[in-house]
């Protein structure tokens, strides 16, 4: 069964850098592709990053610029590099993936907390 296993959550100062890692377990890496959304407290589960199998990446406007999306295939993992933290970027971390040639994305993370302070 899929699995994906987060790390790296924790607490930084705005202005601060973070990495969030996910491992993806029983399937294969490089027919999945992987997603990363957060969850603020009250608010909904929103769209942070994207990468597919071939490599191709997708940002939501409010982290763009300041956020890497990458995976290495070698790890089975994929990370998610934020830069230029801000206070509003607190929220639960959530990776999340799908079966290349479906689309739905059914397998989630157990969810990370990223907590930036002014």
């Known amino acids: 069964q899929v699995q994906l296993v987060q790390s790296g959550g924790g607490m930084v100062q705005a202005g601060g850098s973070l990495t969030l890692s996910c491992t993806a377990s029983?399937?294969?890496?490089?027919?999945?592709?992987l997603r990363w959304f957060r969850q603020a407290p009250g608010k909904e589960r929103i769209f942070v990053a994207s990468?597919?199998?071939?490599?191709?990446?997708d940002y939501s406007e409010s982290v763009k610029g300041r956020s890497i999306i990458s995976r290495d295939s070698n790890k089975n993992t994929v990370y998610l590099v934020m830069n230029s933290l801000k206070p509003e970027d607190t929220a639960v971390y959530y990776c999340n993936a799908g079966i290349l040639g479906t689309s739905e994305y059914p397998y989630w993370g157990q969810g990370t907390q990223v907590i930036v302070s002014s």
């Open positions: 029983g399937v294969f890496f490089g027919n999945i592709n």
């Open positions: 990468i597919a199998w071939s490599g191709s990446t």
